[in-house]
């Protein structure tokens, strides 16, 4: 069964700094790999969507990178504001009925 | 606008008495879902659906049930609530592709007393 796991829970940074967010998963048989923010409370945001013959895919000032055969993902955030802070959640897609498999998200604060 | 929408965005009820989540997709999406998220336990999946009348079990479908009359709509029906099942659920949709985006809802606070 697919497990999705990031790293770390939850990170808080000064306002400015570049961040790594990290994703992990136990089977590389993915159609992709989405990148989610979450306020609190709120619905889902998609971020980035990678495809399984993709390596990576940037969204101004958000870049996401997949190495599907180490099942790893990186959504990479450069100089971070404060409206930033959120949950950041990454999904893959796998088998029948095109289930999301999800991470437990890593909690972003960033200060101002 | 592309959108999926749910109705209620928050519902308080109690014990026992039958309710009835909707969501609605305006983009054709083949596939649909439900999912419940609760603190440590993040996102899983109740339900989902890959056409009209084609329906399945996720990981967690015990106490709901779903239909799909129409491939716009999804909705998922409790029909004995129980305080168990409060949480926070969220109905998703993509087209048939496997590689395609998912998109969404905004969400339904469920609280059962």
């Known amino acids: 069964k697919q497990e999705v796991t990031q790293i770390p829970a939850a990170l808080s940074v000064p306002e400015g700094e570049n961040l790594v967010l990290n994703c992990s998963f136990t089977d590389s048989a993915i159609y992709n790999l989405q990148w989610f923010r979450q306020d609190p409370g709120k619905g889902l945001t998609s971020l980035l969507l990678?495809?399984?013959?993709?390596r990576e895919q940037t969204s101004g000032r958000l870049n996401a990178s997949l190495d599907k055969s180490s099942g790893r993902s990186t959504l990479y955030i450069a100089a971070s504001q404060p409206g930033d802070s959120a949950t950041y959640l990454c999904?893959?897609?796998?088998?029948?009925?095109?289930?999301?498999?999800f991470g437990g998200g890593t909690r972003l604060m960033v200060k101002p | 606008e592309a959108q999926v929408t749910q109705n209620p965005r928050y519902l308080i009820t109690v014990t026992g008495k039958k309710l009835t989540v909707t969501c609605s997709q305006n983009?054709?999406?083949?596939?649909m879902s439900w999912y419940r998220q609760d603190p440590g336990l993040g996102l899983r999946q109740i339900y989902y659906?890959?056409?009209?009348?084609?329906?399945d079990k996720g990981d967690v479908p015990e106490g709901y049930k779903v239909s799909r009359k129409e491939k716009r709509n999804f909705p998922l029906i409790l029909e004995s609530p129980s305080p168990n099942q409060t949480s926070l659920y969220f109905c998703a949709s993509r087209d048939g592709q496997g590689g395609s985006e998912a998109f969404f809802g905004q969400g339904t606070r469920l609280t059962v007393v």
């Open positions: 990678i495809q399984s013959s993709q």
């Open positions: 999904a893959v897609t796998v088998g029948a009925g095109n289930m999301l498999t």
């Open positions: 983009m054709n999406h083949e596939y």
């Open positions: 659906s890959m056409n009209v009348e084609v329906t």
